[in-house]
C-alpha cells in the first residue's frame, strides 16, 4: 500500500502533464526544427522542454522520487516510487503535423503500476488511471470493447526506428492481421494507440521495439480498463519487456497464435 494518497500523486501527474501538453500544443503552431538520435529517430526541442517541465513539478512534490525519463535517462535517487516519462511520444508526428502525439506520465510504486495519465494531442484528450479504483477518459470511466472474434476487430500496431528482423517480422504481421480483421491502422504514437484499446475503439495493439515510456503510463489505463497485457508470447509482461500484446481480452489467445508464428 502505497503511504502516499493515490488521488495526490494522480493529481501532481495530471498538473505536470497538462502543463507539458500546453507547451507542446503552443509549439506545434510554430516551424518544429528536429535533430537525428538516429536516421529516422528524432528529437526536438520541444521532446527536451516538455520533459524538464515535467521533471521539475513532480520533483517540486516529491524531490526524493526516481525519475527515468526519455531523454534524460534515470536520476540516482532510490526510491520505491519510479516515475516513467515520456515527453513527447509521436515526435515523427509532431514534427510533420500530423495529428497524434501525446505526454504519458506513468508512476510505479514497488514495480507495480500506480497511477498514470495520457494527454492525446492535438484533441487534448486526458486519460488517467489508479491502480485499482478505474481508468478515465476526460473524468468519465472508460472500458475496452467486447469484440468477440478477430474478424470483427480493429487492430492498430507501430513500428520502431530500427529496421532489422522485427520490422520486418512486423510487416508480415501486419499484412496477415489485416487479411484476418476489419483492419490495422499505424499512427505512430504508442502510448494512445494503447489508450484507444483501453477505451474500445480498437480492440488490439501490438508492437515490438518499445521502451518503457512508451508504455508505462498505458499499460495501467487499459488493465484498468479491463483489457489483458502480456508479451508478444502471452507471458506475463515487465515494464522492461520490449514488446507487447494488448487487446480486449477475447482476441488475446488468436492473436498469440498468429504472432507465434513470425517471433524469432
Ligand atoms: C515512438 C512512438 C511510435 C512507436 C515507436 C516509439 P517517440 O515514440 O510511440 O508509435 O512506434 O516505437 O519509439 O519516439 O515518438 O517518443
Ligand atoms: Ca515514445
Ligand atoms: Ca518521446
Redesign the pocket.
Known sequence: MSPINKDDLLNVAIEAALAASNLVMEASDRPRVANHKGIT?LVTETDLKSEKTIKAIIRSFYKDHTILA?ETGQDTNISDYLWII?P?????NFVHGYPS?AISIGLFYKNEPLVAVVVEMPNMRMYTAIKGQGAWCEGKNINCSDTKSLERSLLVT????EHGENWDNNMNLFKQFTDDTQGVRR?????V?ICHVAKGVADGFW?Y???P??TAAGILIAKEAGCMVTDLSGNQFDINDNNILITNGHIHQNMVNNIERYLN
Open positions: 529517430d526519455e515520456d513527447l511520444d509521436g515526435t515523427t502525439f507501430g513500428f520502431g526506428y499512427l505512430g504514437a504508442a502510448a494507440d508492437e521495439d518499445l521502451k515510456w512508451d
